[in-house]
């Protein structure tokens, strides 16, 4: 079982920049990949970033790549999300997640989620 914290949303002006952060529970965080995904209103939950058990492999999603750079702590049990040069489009529930499984793009992949934290960007 593996309990998930978001935190760092916030409001921010368009090109500034936000560190999520996600903080899980237990001893085997180290054992999971981990992904972060958003939806904001009216639309799909999508993919942004995920990162492979060890950290030495990520992947992004085109419409952040060059902008949003995730990494992992696997001693002190948290993985962060740091985002630069925000813009409206990013405006947003983040969501961290975990699964058994490799980096994945797919939502249904994850086995655990957090409960999101909100990210506004305004203009």
């Known amino acids: 079982q593996v309990q998930l914290v978001e935190s760092g949303g916030g409001l921010v002006q368009a090109g500034g920049s936000l560190r999520l952060s996600c903080a899980a529970s237990g001893r085997t965080f180290s054992r999971y990949s981990m992904g972060w995904f958003r939806q904001a209103p009216g639309k799909e939950r999508e993919f942004v970033a995920s990162?492979?058990?060890?950290?030495?492999?990520?992947y992004y999603a085109d419409s952040v790549k060059g902008r949003f750079t995730i990494a992992r702590d696997n001693a002190k049990n948290t993985m962060s999300l740091q985002m630069n040069s925000l813009k409206s489009e990013d405006t947003a529930v983040y969501y961290c997640?975990?699964?058994?499984?490799?980096?994945?793009?797919?939502?249904?992949?994850?086995?655990?989620w957090g409960q999101g934290t909100q990210v506004t960007v305004s203009s």
């Open positions: 997640a975990a699964t058994q499984r490799g980096p994945a793009a797919r939502s249904i992949i994850y086995d655990y």
């Open positions: 990162i492979n058990w060890s950290g030495g492999s990520t």
